[in-house]
T-cell receptor
Framework: QKEVEQDPGPLSVPEGAIVSLNCTYS??????FMWYRQYSRKGPELLMY????GNKEDGRFTAQVDKSSKYISLFIRDSQPSDSATYLC????????????FGTGTSLTVIP | NAGVTQTPKFQVLKTGQSMTLQCAQD?????MSWYRQDPGMGLRLIHY???????DQGEVPNGYNVSRSTTEDFPLRLLSAAPSQTSVYFC????????????FGPGTRLTVL
């Protein structure tokens, strides 16, 4: 079983839609949760960073962590064509010597 | 700040050839790592370093060597390239390990024939 599971999509939505992206994980020791955005043929760039459970909002983006269900989500409001990319979730235990674990990524296309 | 830079952007090798992928960062980050990204597999950690002179293996280290003589540079060496090493390689750096966000380079697309 993979440490982190992520539906690869692809996901296609009309401009202005609300997008929900999700990851599940198996390691209850994970404390740090991240979402990266990766445009085609580019490196991943950090979008959201959350510690432990709860919500975090940044503009049109909201990250949610439910540690009891081992489930994290990224919501994109008023989606734009420029949001078309692959979204990767990542997580770590956070202690010295622990590595990051990445999901396989969800491909999103926002249609104008 | 250039951030994390990688060279070359593209490379084609024949089976058995060796080469070095270069990675440099100008953010004075202690932690650097190498990942490979394959379709359906996500990002997998090859090797990482928690500071100059200190390296360790990640999830998929076989066939790769690293060294870290300076804080800025973290080259990845392919000893004898195999078609299974065809992939996109990303270098990343962060201030710390585990709880700090990572900054990724633009990637190197490697094809081994």
């Amino acid at each position: 079983q993979k440490e982190v599971e992520q539906d690869p999509g692809p996901l296609s939505v009309p401009e202005g839609a609300i997008v929900s992206l999700n990851c599940t994980y198996s390691n209850s020791a994970f404390q740090y949760f991240m979402w990266y955005r990766q445009y085609s043929r580019k490196g991943p760039e950090l979008l959201m960073y959350t510690y432990s459970s709860g919500n975090k909002e940044d503009g049109r983006f909201t990250a949610q962590v439910d540690k009891s269900s081992k489930y994290i989500s990224l919501f994109i409001r008023d989606s734009q064509p420029s949001d078309s990319a692959t979204y990767l979730c990542a997580m770590s235990e956070g202690n010295t010597g622990n590595q990051f674990y990445f999901g396989t990524g969800t491909s999103l296309t926002v249609i104008p | 700040n250039a951030g994390v830079t990688q060279t070359p952007k593209f490379q084609v090798l024949k089976t058995g050839q060796s080469m070095t992928l270069q990675c440099a960062q100008d953010m004075n980050h202690e932690y650097m790592s190498w990942y490979r990204q394959d379709p359906g597999m996500g990002l997998r950690l090859i090797h990482y370093s928690v500071g100059a002179g200190i390296t360790d293996q990640g999830e998929v280290p076989n066939g790769y060597n690293v060294s870290r003589s300076t804080t800025e540079d973290f080259p990845l060496r392919l000893l004898s390239a195999a078609p299974s090493q065809t992939s996109v390689y990303f270098c990343a750096s962060s201030r710390g390990y585990g709880s700090d966000t990572q900054y990724f380079g633009p990637g190197t697309r490697l094809t081994v024939l």
